[in-house]
């Protein structure tokens, strides 16, 4: 099971985005499909995405939170022309922020907001093993600009295997943000590659709920123990989601909501997205009873 599965947060009218991602990366389906009903947002339609063998789970929600490039998705590649095609599906009406072509660190890499708002790393691999094929990168900008170690410092110390990878510095001179410290992180957490690197300059953005990161707990103490760790307010947060120190979004779920959303009943479905509705931290036996309509 992946232990964390990156959520994403989109309007109602990109549905199609499902067809763009599952198009452009091979080793892509769609597992599953609920329709949630009276929530907050209205009528909701949560999809779970397998792109290129990892799972994604997106939800068409509304227009409450926007995608920025503070999480955005890197992409490597193992051959020139599966870059430039990846570049090409993703590109397509997107806002190029850097051009394809060669940079001081690669042969050839870009980097795209797509269509839908959500930002790509594409990159050709140039040889180097691929152990990943889409890693999350986080940036830190504003208040966050270089907390990126004691960040990832902080996250590989919950998870088991967890470790800090390779670690680039910026050099004198490289920087206009004088608290811009890591120009690359690479760590894992649960097993699953990640990478982090402070902002160069002031931005008008930073993270928000449009990706947040799902945790997939097996029981009742595994919820509290990341509840705990992860929230800045244990007594905040609504439907598992919370906000760690850095502002990112997080969802301490339990695994089995996975069968109750895919395999229940309409009614199942209904009773289940009520109970967590009125909840913040995930309750196992409540939302259980719920299920099972006691």
Same mark, same amino acid.
């Given at each position: 099971?992946?232990?964390?599965?990156?959520?994403?947060?989109? $309007?109602?009218?990109?549905?199609?985005?499902?067809?763009?991602?599952?198009?452009?990366?091979?080793?892509?389906?769609?597992?599953? #499909?609920?329709?949630?009903?009276?929530?907050?947002?209205?009528?909701?339609?949560?999809?779970?995405?397998?792109?290129?063998?990892?799972?994604?789970?997106?939800?068409?929600?509304?227009?409450?939170?926007?995608?920025?490039?503070?999480?955005?998705?890197?992409?490597?590649?193992?051959?020139?022309?599966?870059?430039?095609?990846?570049?090409?599906?993703?590109?397509?009406?997107?806002?190029?922020?850097?051009?394809?072509?060669?940079?001081?660190?690669?042969?050839?890499?870009?980097?795209?907001?797509?269509?839908?708002?959500?930002?790509?790393?594409?990159?050709?691999?140039?040889?180097?093993?691929?152990? &990943?094929?889409?890693?999350?990168?986080?940036?830190?900008?504003?208040?966050?600009?270089?907390?990126?170690?004691?960040?990832?410092?902080?996250?590989?110390?919950?998870?088991?295997?967890?470790?800090?990878?390779?670690?680039?510095?910026?050099?004198?001179?490289?920087?206009?943000?004088?608290?811009?410290?890591?120009?690359?992180?690479?760590?894992?957490?649960?097993?699953?590659?990640?990478?982090?690197?402070? #902002?160069?300059?002031?931005?008008?953005?930073?993270?928000?709920?449009?990706?947040?990161?799902?945790? %997939?707990?097996?029981?009742?103490?595994?919820?509290?123990?990341?509840?705990?760790?992860? #929230?800045? $307010?244990?007594?905040?947060?609504?439907?598992?989601?919370?906000?760690? %120190?850095?502002?990112?979004?997080?969802?301490?779920?339990?695994?089995?909501?996975?069968?109750?959303?895919?395999?229940?009943?309409? &009614?199942?479905?209904?009773?289940?997205?009520?109970?967590?509705?009125?909840?913040?931290?995930?309750?196992?036996?409540?939302?259980? %009873?719920?299920? $099972?309509?006691?």
């Amino acid at each position: 099971m992946q232990k964390i599965t990156p959520h994403l947060w989109f $309007d109602r009218q990109a549905r199609d985005a499902v067809a763009l991602y599952t198009s452009a990366f091979a080793n892509s389906r769609v597992r599953a #499909s609920v329709s949630l009903g009276n929530t907050p947002s209205g009528a909701v339609e949560i999809v779970i995405l397998e792109l290129a063998g990892q799972t994604f789970q997106l939800l068409f929600a509304g227009p409450e939170f926007r995608f920025t490039p503070a999480v955005s998705f890197l992409s490597e590649c193992g051959t020139v022309p599966e870059t430039e095609a990846l570049w090409a599906k993703l590109s397509d009406q997107g806002q190029v922020l850097m051009p394809l072509g060669a940079y001081p660190f690669s042969d050839l890499y870009g980097w795209v907001q797509d269509r839908y708002g959500l930002s790509w790393q594409v990159m050709f691999a140039s040889g180097r093993e691929i152990q &990943q094929k889409i890693t999350p990168m986080l940036m830190f900008t504003g208040a966050n600009s270089g907390k990126v170690e004691e960040a990832i410092l902080y996250y590989t110390s919950l998870f088991p295997e967890s470790a800090v990878g390779h670690v680039a510095r910026y050099g004198a001179g490289e920087v206009s943000d004088s608290n811009s410290k890591a120009n690359y992180y690479a760590f894992t957490l649960a097993g699953q590659h990640f990478a982090a690197l402070d #902002s160069t300059q002031a931005h008008d953005f930073t993270f928000n709920e449009a990706v947040s990161f799902m945790l %997939r707990c097996t029981d009742q103490q595994e919820i509290d123990r990341y509840w705990a760790a992860l #929230s800045t $307010d244990p007594a905040s947060g609504q439907c598992g989601w919370l906000k760690d %120190r850095y502002g990112l979004s997080w969802q301490v779920v339990p695994a089995l909501m996975d069968e109750m959303m895919t395999r229940g009943s309409p &009614q199942q479905i209904a009773r289940v997205t009520q109970a967590f509705l009125k909840m913040k931290k995930f309750d196992i036996a409540d939302l259980q %009873r719920a299920y $099972d309509g006691l």
